[in-house]
């Protein structure tokens, strides 16, 4: 299988036009399993991992760009994870540590699969994906952005650069339920937030639907609020868990959220 | 006179903690495990499987695999050169499936290519028309559904007579008054589900034809002997023709009693003349071996007031799946363990095995007495409530003793020393709990950061359990060892030995060269040679916690016909000459059990027992379902530990896999159909699932065995999933009766 590495993002985004059949790839640790169980077969493989523009993360003015290849073990980090604690939390649940030194928020993105860790977290952040293409540069909000199981709305010749937030403050949090204390995907997951400021409480599902889902309300609301998110949610019964436990979960998550961020 | 020169080998005899042969290379990756094997010129196999789990097959057409590039060989049944069918006890298998697919997974056809990819294209290319049967998937309904193995492969060897349909085996042990009353009287149903032996090492071997119609076969599995004379006969060669060599075993656990890739990779280097490499995948490997029976099990204990058992009623239901492999010994085992290591006046127990179309079943650690302790602990749990006796009271007031004599009628002769192992196991200082807050990954749920406390309770179990060391029921079982001892260079003296006892990560090898250097305290050096069939008669499986003490008497037995001829010669080798015998080690005969009454038809039908009781510390998160087990404390019976290192690591190994059991790991099938081959789907425990283990041992010399030992592998196995569960049951009040426990149940739901 052939591997294309450009060095520069505007060389990456010429071969992604030019062959819209190369699959991108950071860390690598969903496309190779992919690869592995024979679930795809593209005809090469974009290597993003050699790409500068991708990597780090800056502030500007209260604005947050995050390049797609951050890991992670990164996100982990201080002075990122004071600002997204909920995201800090969420990748701390990302398998194992190998795993989080591979694993990127860009990947997490691509992959937009219903138990995608990073995704709850940003999504009570409000966050913007930011895609490039030759064509340009343009934002979308993560959820226009999710379209569902697995898929997105990344277009053929766009990349995913990066994610653009501004950081709200909020106290919040990340929770996720597995049968296992580490290395599972999440039967059902939850971030939270409690935004004084803007009077209102965000949170975010996973795996309790199609995709991942942002169930918002006022301040005042906290306590119709563990059964709005659990009424939000549209879970399945699946060979990780039943619908019904799901939601039951996502009512206790919920709670204990609430009670976590609420001082 | 002059001191004599100190000898490299004061260290590391029987009793003492040597550390293993292999840690070091294994430590930094640079063992080499079976997926590892390379020779020039080598040749990649690839397996074509049936996606149904029960079909009819139309027709196979290789034609347009054929011309794929790199392709060497495409192999059907028709290609099987000797016997089509094969088996570890029966030949019920075929070696590629011919007109009929009886499970999800099974190997329909063969491709050697010169890469990896080129074979599994091709591979996609065979042609397989199937026609889908109605798949029988539930072990009560089998019993009235069309027959999967009309020949009834079983039938004939003195089992019990059973006319039902899919039987593989029935057991039936009525002891003293099976309708005796009791003053108490408990009952409840229990269900256990597919657990696999989840090896991290997938199946892999490499097959080397020799040129002259012979082939080597390098593969990762418990028996190099037994592997021989089943594959020889399929490839209609004598037995010496084909020699067997233990490569890197990434993991056993039973699960490579059975054959995988033997037959299949020297077909292919047979018909190509190049040397095979076959590698399962991950996927692969869940339908590449077989797994332990899931079991339904329905029980009743009655006891008098003062909590002495009276009779156990147990019927035992074991869901074998398409092929017997050794089922039949599972299912005697179940009902042999039923009571627990308890003295019971009066028994019925029925054990049943039936085939279906769900994935094989067979070995895997602890071997049938894992499921019925599960069923068995919980009553015993109940019995004490309904008694208002303390758990560890109840069991003492009815522990089994030498002298006393087991449903089967089986009276223990040797060592087994329940009573002891649950006082120290119960002395042992349960810790206090952790303080709050704490991170959260010591809390249930762990790095899922679910709970700083809330919804959050501590319970405590206890279990005990026993199995039998060594195969059972008249089976004639031996272990050869053989060593040469001659000068080396500088005119030390060397001691080679040579034993076919499977090296599977328990520690074997260790074991083989501390008996050795204690036997032959006057030599310089052992050398511990490869194991093969090409130089040792057997040794056996390395199953049923019998290889330490079957290989520790057979190398024994030859070190002392090495001495004894070295004192015969005046006590000294010359340069260039040597000692060179082997020895056969046979443990206590054994005889079947009546296939009426499952009663013993002589002294015994298992040679000896070895048991083993845990005390669980479980924090529950009882809304969300969450686990967290904090503490385990444990007292093994061992007999003599020959590594007290070794040991501990198999009693810390041992319990983490009753502990998957009891909390995460289950094969789930739809219809027959593996849905969760994957280690992501497949859980198995981690580092933060599995806590510390405070291990006792127990010496308590078992008088027929070298040194005194036991086996150790299995009872931590047995007893683990029971105790989890018993401390799981006193945090939440819920009766929690089928593992592995899931947490909807958990939380009430």
Known sequence: MEVVSPRTLEEALRLRAAEPGLMPIEGGTDVMVDLNFDRRRPVGLLNLNEVPELRGWSRDDGLLRIGASLTYAQVRQRPLADTLPALAEAARTVGSPQIQNRGTLGGNLGTASPAGDSLPPLLIERADVELASVRGVRTLALERFLLGPKRNALAADELIAGIRVRPSGARQTFMKVGPRNAMVIAVVSLALAVDREREELRAAYGSAGPVPGLVTASTGERETFPELVAAAAEPIDDLRGTAAYRRHALRVLVGRALERCWA | ?749
Not at chain 2, 384 to 411: H, I
């Open chain 2, 1 to 749: 006179m002059s001191a004599p020169p100190a000898r490299k080998l004061q260290l590391g005899r029987v009793g003492e903690t040597v550390q293993r042969v292999d840690a070091i290379p294994k430590v930094t990756g640079e063992f080499a495990f079976s997926s590892d094997l390379f020779a020039a010129g080598m040749l990649w196999g690839h397996t074509v499987r049936s996606p149904h789990a029960h079909a009819r097959i139309v027709s196979i057409d290789i034609s347009q695999a054929v011309p794929m590039p790199g392709v060497q060989a495409v192999l059907t049944h028709e290609d099987v050169p000797g016997a089509k069918h094969y088996g570890l006890e029966f030949p019920d298998q075929p070696v590629l499936a011919i007109d009929r697919v009886r499970y999800f997974g099974e190997p329909v056809a063969l491709v050697a290519a010169e890469h990896p990819e080129q074979a599994r294209r091709a591979a996609s290319r065979i042609a397989v028309e199937y026609e889908p049967l109605e798949p029988i998937v539930d072990a009560e309904r089998a019993l009235a559904q069309e027959e999967l193995h009309p020949n009834r492969p079983t039938s004939g060897h003195g089992y019990r007579e059973d006319p039902r349909p899919n039987v593989v085996r029935t057991m039936v042990v009525r002891h003293g008054d099976p309708d005796a009353e009791g003053d108490v009287s408990v009952s409840g149903v229990y269900e256990l589900g597919i657990q696999d032996q989840a090896f991290l090492g997938p199946e892999s071997g490499l097959a080397i034809p020799d040129g002259e119609g012979g082939i080597d076969i390098y593969v990762a599995t418990q028996w190099l002997h037994v592997d021989r004379d089943q594959v020889a006969p399929c490839l209609d060669l004598e037995p010496e023709r084909v020699r067997i060599h233990l490569a890197g075993v990434g993991g056993a656990f039973g699960g490579r009693e059975d054959l995988s890739m033997q037959i299949h990779g020297a077909m292919l280097a047979l018909r190509t003349n190049r040397p095979v490499k076959i590698v399962y995948n991950r996927q692969e490997s869940f339908v590449g071996h077989i797994h332990r029976h899931p079991a339904r099990i329905w029980a009743e204990h009655r006891a008098d007031r003062d909590g002495k058992l009276k009779c156990v009623r147990m019927r035992i239901l074991l869901d074998g799946g398409a092929y017997a492999s050794s089922s039949t010994a599972v299912t005697s085992n179940a009902a042999s363990f039923a009571c627990g290591p308890y003295a019971v006046e009066n028994a019925l127990l029925e054990s049943t095995c039936v085939y279906t179309n769900n994935p094989p079943c067979g070995a895997m650690r602890g071997f049938g007495a894992v499921q019925t302790c599960f069923a068995g602990e919980a009553q015993m749990d109940k019995l004490a409530a309904a008694l208002g006796v303390d758990p560890v009271e109840l069991r003492l007031r009815n522990a089994l003793a030498p002298g006393d004599t087991l449903p089967t009628g089986q009276k223990l002769t040797g060592s087994l020393p329940v009573a002891e192992v649950i006082r120290r196991c119960a002395a042992i200082p349960v810790p206090e709990p952790d303080g709050l807050p704490r991170d959260a990954i010591r809390l249930p749920g762990g790095s899922g950061n679910v709970t700083r406390g809330e919804g959050v309770r501590r319970g405590v179990g206890f279990a005990v359990g026993f199995k039998n060391i060594g195969y059972s029921e008249g089976f004639d079982d031996y272990t050869a060892a053989r060593v040469r001892l001659f000068t080396d260079r500088s005119g030390g003296l060397v001691a080679e030995v040579h034993c076919a006892a499977a090296e599977v990560g328990q520690g074997v090898s260790n074991v083989l060269v501390q008996v050795a250097r204690t036997e032959l305290d006057i030599v310089d050096d052992v050398l511990l040679a490869p194991h093969t069939t090409a130089t040792v008669d057997s040794a056996g499986s390395a199953s049923a916690s019998r290889m330490t003490w079957m290989s520790s008497g057979a190398v024994r037995l030859a070190c002392a016909a090495v001495r004894e001829e070295l004192d015969r010669r005046g006590g000294s080798l010359d340069p260039g000459e040597e000692i060179d015998i082997e020895r056969i080690y046979r443990h206590p005969r054994t005889t079947p059990l009546d296939p009426e009454t499952g009663q013993v038809t002589g002294e015994r039908a298992h040679v000896a027992f070895a048991c083993a009781a845990m005390r669980v510390v479980a924090e529950v998160d009882t809304e969300l379902g969450l686990v967290r087990v904090a503490w385990i404390g444990t007292a093994q019976d061992v007999g003599k530990a020959l590594n007290p290192q070794a040991v501990h690591g198999q009693i810390e190994g041992g319990t983490a896999q009753g502990v998957g059991l009891a909390l995460m790991e289950e094969i789930q099938t739809e219809d027959g159909l593996i849905t969760n081959a994957s280690f992501t789907d497949y859980l198995i425990p981690t580092a933060l699932d599995m806590p510390r283990v405070v291990a006792e041992l127990v010496e308590d010399a078992e008088p027929d065995a070298p040194y005194g030992v036991k086996g150790v592998g299995e009872p931590p196995t047995v007893v683990s999933t029971a105790a989890v569960v018993a401390a799981l049951r006193a945090a939440t009040g819920r009766e929690l009766a089928r593992v592995p426990v899931r947490p909807e149940h958990l939380a009430g739901l």
